[in-house]
Nanobody
């Protein structure tokens, strides 16, 4: 059973940066994808960024150029570097993993339905 634990959320001012981390445990395979999603009150959960074990990445349109997703060398921790934060980035941020890795279209997938393991979330609040 894969277990995901997020960390790094908090409250910042508009324009500042924040780095989220998600540590995965309980998985011994080598092929997977991991992603970050976010959900603001009253809104649908949306894909922010995803990365596969081969290093390919995808980003949501609203964060392109501002957020960077990366994997640790051991590929068991995924990071989300968030820069130039805006009040619209305020949300609960969730880490997710897809095991096994299946991708038939644009890879890695950034759609919620592709991910079968989820963390508990970490809150990010950006004040203007």
């Amino acid at each position: 059973q894969l277990h995901l634990v997020e960390s790094g959320g908090g409250s910042v001012q508009s324009g500042e940066s924040l780095r989220l981390a998600c540590a995965a445990s309980g998985y011994t395979g080598s092929t997977h994808s991991m992603g970050w999603f976010r959900q603001a009150p009253g809104k649908e959960r949306e894909g922010v960024a995803a990365i596969d074990s081969g290093g390919r990445t995808r980003y949501g349109n609203s964060v392109k150029g501002r957020f960077t997703i990366s994997l640790s060398n051991a590929k068991s921790t995924v990071f989300l570097e968030m820069r130039s934060l805006k009040s619209d980035d305020t949300a609960m941020y969730y880490c997710a993993a897809q095991v096994p890795y299946i991708c038939g279209g644009a890879c890695p997938p950034l759609e919620r339905a592709h991910f079968n393991y989820w963390g508990q979330g970490t809150q990010v609040t950006v004040s203007s």
